[in-house]
């Protein structure tokens, strides 16, 4: 096997068919079909199985296909290595992390490296934690900031920022007229509000209704939103609470008025890392960026516990 054939193997396999594969290598399908049938001689089995549609793979093309994964993925950090090698200061960067994350971030961080490294594209993908992970574990993305447990074996993980959970409430919620801003509380001091609440994508959600649970909590929801940003603006102004880390009590939440309650009762082991895959290479300018993040964050501590 060499490169040529693994990527052709793979891209059929992709597409499903010759025509749609040859169109994409931008071939001829006859040359194409030759090539497969010629490897097919070689090796003496068949890798597709051509009588359904879309082709499906052979046990043996299956096998077949691993191996051309490993050269193709060993190929490919070969060329990010040597590109390395030549001009350290350029390539490119694909980002994963949340919108709202990314609003305390990337205007901070990015005139700083991209004073830095002109020369690197910058690819930005935003969505929630759980997304990120899957996008980082398929190769859609080099690098995610994001908050999670660093329990997946095939990850590295670099801790950015601890954070701390507890209950962000407008100045008219029941809680914050019973208790000091800053004070530790537990859900049932929360009892007679009512909720905005994250849809399951965000990684708070996870923390959320693993407490819920927990506590045989169940309160009224005002709204489940999809926008860390919506929910805290509509906690804010409705009086109502909301399960958030520390992080999100910001200037803004000061200047709304709002007040935020560490959890007395809970020790969260979700925190805001810097992941990618295990033993790949990363670029002096992927780690440079990681720096950076961690420092700026380091210098941008806000009035509110656990901060």
Do not use: W
Request: glycine share 4%; charged share 25%.
């Amino acid at each position: 096997m060499n490169l040529k054939q693994a990527h052709y193997v793979r891209t059929i396999s992709e597409c499903g068919s010759l025509t749609a594969a040859a169109k994409k290598l931008y071939v001829s399908q006859p040359s194409l079909s030759q090539m497969l049938r010629q490897i097919e001689s070689e090796i003496g089995l068949t890798i597709f199985d051509r009588s359904v549609s879309p082709f499906r793979l052979t046990y043996a093309g299956e096998k077949y296909l691993e191996a051309a994964d490993a050269m193709l993925k060993a190929a490919e950090q070969l060329e990010q290595q040597l590109l390395e090698i030549r001009n350290e200061h350029s390539g490119r960067l694909r980002l994963g992390i949340s919108v709202t994350r990314a609003m305390q971030v990337l205007p901070r961080v990015l005139p700083i490296f991209t004073e830095k490294y002109p020369n690197v594209a910058f690819e930005l993908t935003e969505c929630g934690s759980a997304t990120l992970e899957k996008l980082l574990e398929t190769g859609q993305i080099d690098l995610a900031l994001a908050a999670i447990e660093s329990s997946s074996t095939n990850m590295a993980f670099e801790l950015i920022e601890k954070e701390t959970v507890g209950i962000l409430a407008g100045r008219d919620s029941n809680l914050a007229r019973q208790h000091r801003d800053g004070a530790r509380v537990t859900l049932a001091d929360a009892a007679q509000d009512r909720f905005v609440i994250l849809t399951p994508t965000h990684s708070v959600r996870l923390i959320q209704d693993k407490l819920f649970r927990r506590s045989n909590f169940s309160p009224p929801v005002l709204l489940e939103t999809n926008s860390l940003e919506v929910g805290r603006r509509v906690t804010l102004e409705a009086g109502a609470c909301m399960l958030l880390p520390n992080i999100y009590a910001d200037e803004y939440v000061t200047q709304r008025r709002g007040e935020f309650f560490p959890l007395r009762d809970f020790d969260n082991n979700r925190h805001f890392y810097a992941c990618y895959r295990k033993n790949e290479f990363l670029p002096s300018y992927t780690r440079d960026f990681i720096r950076i993040v961690t420092q700026v964050l380091s210098q941008a501590r806000g009035p509110f516990p656990g901060k």
